[in-house]
């Protein structure tokens, strides 16, 4: 009798746990209209903006990425500034450090419970535009008389989906050349006269680079592999292009492929073995080979400028655009402030005041001055007490040429395709044409395949 | 006299093993120390120093200053402490009924139970983050704990295998005197499961305790946080304090090592359970 009891009791246990397996899709089959259908929902999401601030205390939530150091501390500052503006708003924040914010935004808004504002990818606002996932602001930014030609316009364009403008950019980055002025005068070349073209670069990187007696490197010239000039960048400075018009892929125009080739002819300058002993030296320095004095020329993002000034204050440098063949180009990507579609229109507006705030010139010059961010209300990131320093000017005026990546919905990380087809290239010695064309046929497929799907 | 030195001979080379092999699983947490005592410009010198110079203490102050550590360390040990309880009682009370009991099907769902082993989180992360957020248990600690109240497969595993080499005559005595199958599997098979328990507690807290994807997607309030999420908290898009980092990693650490050692002589005692004298 006992035994029996006991048995029912198990199974008892064993029906929960497969219960509670059904319940989920029980719950997805059953309630559509549900939050957790929302990353699924059509886009009629356009929050309606009311005509006079609601004064109904209100409590919304603003997820970012600052964690630790300065821009920490300045975030509970300003939010600390914004609540007392705003008495009838509380905002509970929360930071993901930058390497897991994206694993837990994408889940909680999946499952529709994500926060009120958020900090997101500026590439991929369309794709959360087209699933209803995030709300237009253009009805607030009509309403308050927000200016949106203050702001970068590369990054207004990417924001906008169907002419209609989907939250506000926060801040950017672009890439372009650091130099070594001593290096320069050391090898003979003027200090104030950059490379500005491939022929330039690839001549002075000659005289710039460095060998020991062991065969070894001591001082790299350039290197493509270094930093952070991508192949889709330096394609684009030779007129090249990944997508045409139609949303085809491009991958091997003969523009890509000749920058492609390019870059290995300046690698195989220095050689595998050579490189590899100086990459294992360079990656134990735990920051950027050109603060070491190991590199003379590397194109990096403008981050690298702080992180100069911080480590190296005294290293005498330049910062020139990168050197083009046929037209300037540079890359830019960034993080935009987004209202999150949580069917609540005084959360909503409530997000929007705190956005408004956060992208205001008056809080993005003290966004600057703790990061060293390009921040992307123009007012602030030109305004002259930076834009006396050189370096600054050169790097802001660099935002004219720079573009963001496409966004291509069959293969929104096309680009991170590329990335292992310029190491095979650089670093193993394979063909360009060869890979650049697998690439292509990748690209194709995936286009092929996305079709299908629509 | 020959067997003497043959037995020294044979301990000689043992012990060099030995020290090999634990010299190269200390490395590490030396390192971890080292790197946790360095000021923000010795971190990546070359060639690497061991004792850093000057000492700098402060790193800890900084580390337990960064974020809520007691706060923090309280959550952490709270959904430890659950889970391994939840983990134990349900896990060795399934598999003695997959080890003990007769019931059709029995072995259906015992594969059917190992299948589910075969699933990687990735798959469930969604669907199983929906069904918690529409129960309601988002940003509470629920998510986290009760999933261990109903048993895992791997440790239903463990425990069946270790339940079946347990003698059946010690049931059997226990049933002629009137004992019914809980009574049996509490009084009985329990403690003398320790060394099997102790694994599974140890593997719990480790998994758990590390336990870094759980929190970070169903957690929203900071005052809510563990220290794997605290410890995060030092790597930025451009930069990580490793010193500080490190630091608050050794703190974070010890509570696992002082596990392991009080637990250890569980392992070891494994050995004595060979059977019944009669």
């Known amino acids: 009798m006992k035994k029996k009891g006991f048995i029912l009791m198990l199974s008892a246990v064993l029906s929960l746990s497969a219960l509670s397996a059904c319940s989920s899709k ?351 209300n123009m007012k602030a990131a030109t305004d002259p007490k930076f834009m006396d320093d050189p370096n600054w000017k050169m790097i802001v005026d660099q935002m004219e040429h720079s573009r963001f990546i496409e966004y291509i919905e069959a293969m929104p990380s096309w680009h991170g395709n590329l990335d292992p087809v310029e190491q095979a290239v650089l670093n193993s010695g394979k063909d360009p044409k060869e890979f650049l064309d697998g690439a292509q046929k990748d690209a194709e497929n995936a286009v092929a395949n996305f079709a299908k799907t629509q | 006299m020959t067997l003497k030195s043959e037995g020294l001979f044979h301990r000689i080379v043992v012990y060099t093993l030995l020290l090999a092999g634990s010299a190269a699983f200390i490395l590490p947490l030396v390192w971890l120390l080292s790197t946790s005592l360095k000021g923000d410009t010795g971190l990546f010198e070359i060639p690497p120093k061991w004792i850093p110079e000057p000492v700098h203490w402060d790193n800890y102050r900084k580390a337990v200053e960064s974020f809520p550590f007691l706060r923090y360390t309280w959550n952490t040990v709270l959904i430890t402490g659950l889970s391994m309880i939840g983990a134990i009682l349900s896990s060795s009370l399934v598999a003695y009924a997959f080890a003990r009991l007769r019931w059709p099907g029995r072995d259906v769902w015992f594969v059917l139970l190992l299948a589910t082993m075969m699933l990687p989180g990735q798959v469930t992360m969604i669907p199983l983050f929906i069904l918690f957020k529409e129960l309601g248990w988002v940003n509470t600690y629920l998510p986290l704990i009760v999933p261990f109240f109903f048993g895992s497969a791997f440790y239903i595993f463990l425990m069946r295998q270790f339940f079946m080499t347990i003698p059946k005559e010690l049931s059997e005595a226990a049933k002629i005197d009137g004992c019914s199958e809980g009574y049996i599997w509490w009084r009985i098979f329990m403690p003398l499961s320790k060394p099997a328990l102790a694994t599974l507690g140890i593997f719990t807290f480790t998994l758990v305790w590390n336990d870094f994807q759980g929190p970070l997607i169903y957690l929203n309030d900071p005052d809510k946080f563990t220290l794997m999420l605290g410890l995060r908290s030092f790597q930025q898009q451009y930069g990580t304090r490793w010193n500080v980092m490190m630091a608050a990693s050794l703190l974070v650490m010890l509570p696992t090592l002082a596990l392991f050692f009080s637990f250890q002589r569980y392992f070891i005692e494994g050995v004595t359970l060979t059977g019944v004298k009669g």
């Open chain 1, 26 to 376: 029980n719950n997805n089959e059953t309630q559509p209209a549900s939050q957790g259908a929302s990353a699924s929902a059509s886009p009629s999401a356009s929050a309606p903006a009311s005509e006079a601030p609601n004064q109904d205390p209100v409590t919304i939530s603003y997820w970012h990425i600052y964690t630790d150091g300065p821009m920490k501390e300045l975030t509970d500052q300003l939010l600390a500034d914004f609540q007392a503006k705003n008495p009838h708003i509380t905002v509970e924040q929360l930071g993901v450090n930058f390497f897991d914010y994206w694993t837990k935004l994408s889940t909680a808004m999946a499952a529709g419970s994500g926060p009120d504002l958020a900090l997101n990818d500026t590439s991929t606002v369309p794709s959360r535009a087209k699933t209803g996932a995030i709300l237009s602001t253009d009805e607030f930014i009509a309403r308050d008389g927000v200016q949106l030609d203050d702001y970068f316009p590369v990054l207004v364009d990417r924001m906008t989906y169907e002419g209609k403008m989907y939250g506000m950019p926060n801040d950017t980055d672009v890439r372009v050349l650091y130099y070594n002025k001593k290096m320069f005068a050391d090898a003979g070349l003027d200090p104030n006269t950059p490379p500005a073209n491939w022929d330039e670069l690839e001549q002075y990187a000659d005289k710039l680079t460095k060998w020991n007696d062991n065969k070894m490197l001591d001082v790299i010239g350039f290197s493509p592999a270094l930093g952070n000039l991508h192949f889709w960048t330096l394609a684009w400075t030779n007129g090249g292009d990944f997508w045409d018009d139609e949303g085809k892929p491009t991958f091997n125009s003969p523009q890509n492929l000749e920058a492609l080739q390019w870059e290995k002819k300046i690698q195989d300058k220095y050689g595998v073995k050579a490189m590899s002993a100086f990459n294992s030296q360079a990656s134990a320095l735990g920051f950027s080979p050109f603060i070491a004095g190991k590199a003379a020329m590397i194109v990096d993002v403008n981050n690298l400028y702080s992180e100069i000034q911080t480590r190296a204050p005294d290293l005498d440098f330049g910062v020139a655009p990168i050197p083009y063949k046929a037209n300037p180009a540079s890359w830019s990507a960034g993080f935009s402030l987004e209202l999150v579609n949580n069917k609540d229109d005084k959360r909503a507006a409530a997000a929007w005041e705190l956005m408004k705030y956060l992208t205001s010139a008056e809080v993005q010059v003290q966004i600057h001055e703790a990061s060293g961010s390009l921040v992307s």
